[in-house]
């Protein structure tokens, strides 16, 4: 078996016809059993579009997604409409998906020969937040973390929280993940699994330093507030105790390329594609190994 992971392929309107050449280019050089993509495919109401230019590409062989932050965003009045992320699935990307025989990761695993995809979102518990993050003597606080910004005074904002469905908390959505994967690994049974998320579950797939690398009188910048919604670490903990059939973990998320690396007895790797710079890389369950593509 072949398959084929990318993620993060942001199908917007300035990127969009760069994106589907090269990931075109890949299916056709590379002729995968399955495609998956990793989340953060457009947004939600170009789920209909986008799910038809993906499957365009891979017309035939098994295709399957995971949905991302971004696949979440509405305009206004539909975000007022949708309170929950299971609505916004039900909604904008189930009916496609069925219609075009792709497989939601987020409601579905998919089963291959000797190996089931089962994935999800994932979202962000905060977990990976820097530790007594201060900018001056001004400590950030949960309260700013839920806000999305690092204080009033900085434009920057997280813009999942302008976006995404209005009121949710991130540890609760991000639990809600972490139990919607452990059933859906329970569901797998005794196969072969790879774990397919938008958000990295561990540290080491974030592609960003650790922050114990950190001098001690390190000045962050404004970017080390982002940190606390690059990943879900509850979700990495539950993984964990799947370890024993889980073969690998794949994600994106944080547009930063990290391994493939060694986790345990598993195997992580973050995609790392960013915006009209897709990234991807072909899993071969005879050799148990993933090799990254380059661009065609
Ligand atoms: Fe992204
Ligand atoms: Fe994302």
Redesign the pocket.
Known sequence: MKILFTA?L?LLKATRDRTLERFRAWTERYRPDAVIVAG?LSSAPQAGDTLEEIRSCFPKNPLAVCL?N?DFWLHDNARNDCRMLSTVIDRYWAPPAKALGVVLLDVQNLPLPGLTIVGGYGHYDLGFAVPGLAYGDVLVTDEDYLRGSPSTASPLRWRDFQLMPDGLHPRTVALEQVEGVKLRLSESGDARVIVVLHTPPFEELLGVPPVTELPADFSPSVYAFFRAYLGNRSMGAAIWEFRKKVIAVVC??T?REAGPMKLGGMIGINIGSDYGDPKAALFLSDSNQFERLPAL
């Open positions: 993060d942001h953060d991302g971004h994106g998320h547009h």
